[in-house]
């Protein structure tokens, strides 16, 4: 299973993507999403390394800077639990998995630079390449730190508050992936108590992120060639390492044949959920409206509220309804007292054949 470091190399990929694809949002959730991809990137780069090390003393470097990135995101995904739920980010649930993210992090720092084993056993060579195995203690503290946080999750998305501050169109499938995110850690957790078993979390990491990025993805987005791309390759990368390793022994050639088959296949399914992403609604192109403002019609068109447009395009509901006057002065045709906005939705309706 040598192969096994571009399981983490394909998260890295799709955690790219997310990042991309997040940079430009100005909402709470938005900006805490992206700071959750940046950990994530950081802490499967530095895992594709650790996995791929010569010696045992770089890969445990590595897993010491590694630790770094990865421990804030159980704290990171409560956050975006809470924003959910509809609570703020002042919300003293946060409070107890902070204080023990504080007290973790001074804790492994002491023991790194003093040389201690009470945390770390050590890094222990696999076939999937270098792990850490950690003692007792140390899986203690893990355990309690991503326990706490994974509980208070559940706890606050199974008791929201009325009104969320996030509106979303995957808003009720977000609780879902969240634990799909919380089982790929606690994955993770196995090969840390010293077991031959793959840190195979990365892959949900993969495929989440994937996901994410497909429905937030806008092909107005001046990287979005460079998001396609990326999508692709993470997809490919993914997809191919897994059949790779759930295959039998065979023959080269015929392992060979299979791999590149799945990389193919999952590039090609990238792309097929990329052109079914909301497409141009109508043909406005007489009148002359901006690149966002026909992203805005696209979005009017698949059935999106004002909130969500706003959430989509990372701009405040200000700004939106800014784009929205000008959209009703180059399409409406006077004032009659209706509501501008229903009779925009229906005009864009009609011009794209769905009423």
Request: net charge positive; charged share 15%; proline share 5%.
């Amino acid at each position: 299973m040598t192969a096994f470091f571009l399981i983490p190399l394909s998260a890295f990929l799709a955690d790219l993507l997310l990042i991309i694809v997040l940079r430009r949002r100005r909402d709470t959730f938005g900006r805490a999403f992206l700071l959750l991809a940046i950990f994530l990137a950081g802490a499967n780069l530095l895992l594709v390394f650790q996995l791929i090390s010569a010696d045992e003393k770089t890969a445990g470097l590595l897993f010491h800077a590694m630790r770094h990135a990865l421990f804030p995101v159980p704290v990171i995904l409560l956050a975006l639990s809470v924003l959910l739920s509809g609570r703020k980010l002042s919300s003293p649930v946060l409070l107890f998995p902070l204080g023990l993210l504080f007290i973790f992090l001074v804790l492994i720092n002491l023991a790194f630079f003093s040389g201690s084993s009470i945390l770390v056993a050590g890094m222990k060579r696999h076939t999937f390449g270098f792990f850490p195995v950690l003692n007792t203690p140390g899986l203690l503290l893990l355990s309690t730190l991503f326990g706490a946080c994974f509980l208070l999750s559940m706890s606050v998305l199974l008791q929201p508050k009325e009104a969320s501050v996030v509106d979303h169109p995957l808003k009720r499938r977000l609780p879902v992936l969240f634990f799909l995110w919380w089982v790929g850690f606690s994955l993770n957790l196995i090969p840390l108590s010293g077991q031959a078993f793959p840190p195979v979390g990365m892959a949900v990491d993969a495929l989440i992120c994937i996901l994410f990025a497909s429905h937030l993805i806008s092909s107005d987005d001046r990287l979005f060639r460079t998001s396609e791309m990326l999508g692709a390759l993470s997809a490919s990368a993914l997809g191919g390492t897994l059949v790779l390793l759930l295959l039998p022994e065979q023959p080269g050639s015929v392992q060979t044949a299979t791999v590149m088959i799945a990389c193919a296949l999952s590039a090609l399914l990238w792309t097929r959920i990329i052109q079914s992403s909301p497409k141009p609604s109508g043909d406005f192109s007489s009148t002359a409206l901006t690149k966002q403002e026909n992203r805005i019609c696209e979005l009017i068109n698949e059935g999106y509220s004002r909130k969500q447009i706003a959430f989509f395009l990372g701009v405040t509901e200000g700004t939106l309804r800014n784009h929205l006057m000008n959209i009703y002065a180059k399409l409406l045709e006077g004032d009659d007292g209706r509501d501008r906005f229903q009779r925009l939705t229906v005009l864009i309706k009609k011009a794209s054949g769905k009423t």
